[in-house]
């Protein structure tokens, strides 16, 4: 069964200090992974998104994450944090064998929380 | 920049009645999926839809709920009888290819 994990409840970091919001993720096949973040009353925003190539993907508003295949990791990154960025971060994952399209599997979400 | 739109933002209604919630995805997307968020709980996905049949479901799409694309444009869930454990948030998305683009969402309350 398809998997993701944020083992994280809350991450707190200094405005300019870099950021990690880590996600694991269990799929029996390719992974296709993806971060969306979520702003209080508002939808889900796509960030960035791994299908193939680069182990590093490079995404909206300054976001990175690295795809670590032995690890079954895909952790979010930022080199420097912004009070803007405090918000709840959702890693989603899907079985890539079928396809382009297919349901995501969400894990439970880290809030992010910036402080000046 | 295109965005799938959600209406109602919020509804209210009482256990047993039918609601339909409504969304308009990306004009340009072939594929559209329903997920919803209980509080506190993970976003779940209902079902998704392409060339006007459900393409996939989950064990939560039972027989109560129904998709139906009803024009060029519109996306529609329906609940036939809902339940107090509907309550939720619920995401209608929209896709080319890889990625899903997520509306606002439609928060159900059911009293």
């Known amino acids: 069964a398809q998997s993701v994990a944020q083992p994280e409840d809350q991450v707190n970091v200094a405005e300019g200090n870099p950021l990690t919001v880590k996600c694991t993720y269990s799929?029996?096949?390719?992974?296709?992974l993806f971060w969306y973040v979520q702003y209080p009353n508002r939808g889900l925003q796509f960030l960035l998104k791994?299908?193939?190539?680069?182990?590093l993907v490079k995404g909206s508003y300054g976001f990175e994450a690295e795809f670590n295949k032995s690890q079954t990791s895909f952790h979010l990154k930022k080199p420097s944090a912004l009070v803007s960025d405090s918000a709840l971060y959702f890693c989603?994952?899907?079985?890539?064998?079928?396809?382009?399209?297919?349901?995501?599997?969400f894990g439970k979400g880290t809030k992010l929380s910036v402080k000046p | 920049e295109p965005e799938v739109t959600q209406t109602p933002s919020h509804q209210v209604t009482q256990m047993g009645q039918e609601v339909i919630l409504r969304c308009v995805p990306i004009?340009?997307?072939?594929?559209f999926y329903w997920y919803r968020q209980i509080l506190g709980q993970k976003v779940e996905f209902l079902v998704s839809?392409?060339?006007?049949?459900?393409?996939?479901k989950s064990e939560i799409f039972d027989d109560q709920f129904s998709v139906e694309r009803p024009d060029g444009s519109n996306f529609t869930l329906k609940i036939r009888s809902t339940k107090l454990e509907d309550s939720a948030m619920y995401f209608c998305?929209?896709?080319?290819?890889?990625?899903?683009?997520f509306g606002p969402g439609t928060r159900l309350t059911v009293t």
């Open positions: 998305a929209s896709s080319a290819f890889y990625e899903q683009y």
């Open positions: 799929v029996s096949g390719n992974p296709y």
């Open positions: 791994y299908i193939t190539g680069d182990n």
């Open positions: 989603a994952v899907r079985d890539g064998n079928g396809g382009s399209q297919g349901n995501l599997i």
């Open positions: 004009s340009n997307h072939l594929y």
């Open positions: 839809f392409y060339n006007n049949e459900i393409s996939e």
